[in-house]
């Protein structure tokens, strides 16, 4: 059984990320959620460390607790560990699309995510004065989803089913659809997300926390 520590579901995209690698694939796990900013955030950073950040991956082998705390070493993990789930596609040219597209929105697009930070309370509110490079930033989100869903065939971003890729797209759409600066162009992929189960899941969740981050919820 693996442990999946999280911060808060309305505003944390990472542990969004991490929980669905498991939630979306069937990997039994439990939860284990730990409020941002708090001190009991803080408290766990520093029994853990250098784990800090979320989500945080664990389970218990050979009698030794054993912790991951990057998203992508994550997927990779639990793809070793239980191969017929599903989170890269079998075939190995869209299992290489689906690498190619999980690590450019882990590392890339680094506008957006400052500019728009995923807020699951927010739904298509723009921002009052977006900066200047983050329509760029947007173009060429949409534009890497679009090819991927040409080239691997679609409807998801590496083929017919949904894989590690879409697990770390489902914090972009929301941010996409939350700021209202989605196109177009990503609108189908971003409701077929935002149907899928797992994400409906982790949605009802976050609407159901009755906390709120000031920090998030005052961008205007």
């Not at 669905?20 to 408290?43: K, N």
């Not at 989803?145 to 065939?153: C, D, F, K």
């Not at 998801?156 to 697990?167: E, Q, S, Y």
Request: contains cysteine; charged residues 25%; proline residues 7%.
């Amino acid at each position: 059984m693996y442990t999946i520590t999280i911060g808060d579901k309305a505003y944390s995209s990472w542990s969004m990320r991490g929980w669905l690698m498991l939630a979306a694939f069937d990997v039994p796990f439990e939860e284990e959620r730990v409020p941002m900013y708090s001190d009991s955030f803080t408290a766990m950073q520093k029994a853990r460390a250098p784990a800090l950040s979320v989500p945080q991956l664990s389970w218990v082998e050979d009698g030794r607790t054993r912790r991951i705390w990057d998203t992508l070493a994550i997927a990779e993990t639990l793809a070793e560990r239980h191969p017929d789930a599903g989170l890269w596609p079998a075939d190995a040219g869209l299992r290489r699309l689906a690498r190619v597209l999980a690590a450019q929105m882990h590392a890339g697009f680094g506008a957006l995510r400052a500019a728009a930070p995923m807020n699951l309370h927010r739904e298509g509110v723009p921002l009052a004065e977006p900066p200047d490079d983050l329509p760029e930033a947007v173009t060429q989100l949409e534009a890497l989803w679009e090819t991927a869903v040409r080239e691997g065939g679609g409807p998801w971003l590496a083929g017919r089913a949904f894989t590690v890729a879409d697990a770390m797209a489902a914090p972009y759409v929301f941010r996409l659809t939350g700021y209202a600066i989605g196109t177009d162009s990503s609108a189908a992929y971003s409701a077929r997300l935002a149907d899928h189960a797992a994400v409906k899941a982790w949605c009802r969740d976050a609407a159901a926390d009755p906390r709120r981050l000031p920090r998030y919820d005052a961008i205007a």
